[in-house]
């Protein structure tokens, strides 16, 4: 006997329990009776909204359009959606992790507590269709036995708020840091991860040695080598971005980032309260400095000239950053809530 076919995302979701790497996404939708279905009918179910492109022909044949959709840009850009929408009795915790700002320490101590879902799901360069459907039949058979879901990786919070995916009850909060810090950590973050993968092996690595239109890094550098190797890296606007903090809290302005942060009521604290909040609000006595850089280039070893591209590259987020600092310090607490910001 076949099961019905899904007749929401959510349903679609909570299929894939059934999903096999072994037989792939045929065998999975062999197991549903697509009798009397009509392939136009299914996009709003499998992505949740009607596509946009043109009603497939009549005659087509719906499972293999099933097949296509869950292959599909349209289901992979918004599957974080789906899977929490899946689970909406689970309440959420809400990490907007800002690169370089102390995130990779935060995401370990709330891995060890919660039951946890990448962030990253979507990103293609990371998860093949089939490795995502792997991992989210994963998530859906364990789902119902914890009792938070903590979505980790760099996910903005603007898709949080635009999603709709910010709800009464749920934990939402960021760590920021002086946006200067943000941006040299990056660069040698960025040096750092070239230093022990050379070859590009891992997409990140392979992605930033195309921008810089390398195949490999040399089998030797010098320290001159990694000085004007990270000059580079800080012009390449597709690895170094502009005013990294708006871009993860905002549309990368000062005022976008404002009014989400508003509209979320996040909880924000900065690196230099960061120990004593991770103490007072997760019970942590100690970070573990979790992802650290070596330091390639510091503020003082910088020529004068990339300081200055420097300054350039973080005016929004100066903004940003001098608000939550100021009202951090007329509270005299170790973090403050979005809608003192407003």
Not at 232 to 246: A, G, H, Q, Y
């Amino acid at each position: 006997m076949k099961l019905r076919l899904p007749r929401d995302q959510r349903e679609v979701v909570r299929m894939l329990a059934l999903y096999d790497e072994a037989t792939g996404v045929d065998g999975l939708l062999e197991k549903f009776d697509f009798d009397g279905a009509v392939a136009w009918s299914l996009d709003r179910i499998f992505l949740g909204q009607p596509t946009r492109d043109p009603r497939p022909p009549a005659d087509t044949d719906p499972a293999a359009h099933a097949k296509a959709l869950l292959l599909s840009n349209g289901f992979r850009q918004f599957v974080l959606r789906a899977i929490l929408d899946a689970f909406p009795e689970k309440p959420r915790v809400l990490f907007v992790h800002v690169p370089k700002c102390a995130g990779t320490d935060l995401r370990w101590v709330l891995e060890k507590r919660y039951f946890s879902i990448d962030g990253a799901i979507e990103n293609p360069g990371w998860y093949t269709p089939e490795r995502r459907l792997k991992y989210l039949r994963d998530i859906v058979n364990a789902a119902p036995f914890v009792d938070r879901i903590f979505v980790r990786g760099h996910v903005p919070l603007r898709f949080y708020v635009n999603q709709g995916l910010v709800r009464p009850g749920d934990d939402v909060f960021t760590v920021v840091r002086d946006p200067v810090d943000v941006l040299i950590s990056m660069i040698n973050y960025v040096l750092t991860r070239f230093r022990s993968d050379p070859t590009g092996t891992t997409p990140d690595t392979r992605q930033w040695l195309s921008h810089l239109g390398l195949p490999r890094l040399p089998p030797t550098m010098t320290a001159a080598d990694w000085g004007a190797l990270a000059r580079r890296v800080l012009r390449e606007k597709r690895i170094v971005t502009d005013n990294i903090l708006c871009n993860a809290l905002g549309r990368g302005d000062a005022a976008s980032s404002l009014e989400f942060m508003v509209a979320s009521d996040i909880e924000i604290t900065n690196l230099p309260r960061y120990e004593p909040w991770l103490a007072q609000r997760w019970g942590v006595p100690k970070s573990e400095r979790a992802n650290e850089s070596l330091k390639f280039v510091t503020r003082a070893n910088l020529p004068p000239e990339d300081m200055d591209l420097i300054m350039s590259k973080v005016t929004e987020d100066r903004i940003l950053y001098d608000r939550i600092q100021a009202s951090l310090d007329a509270a005299d607490t170790l973090s403050v809530r979005g809608r003192v910001l407003g």
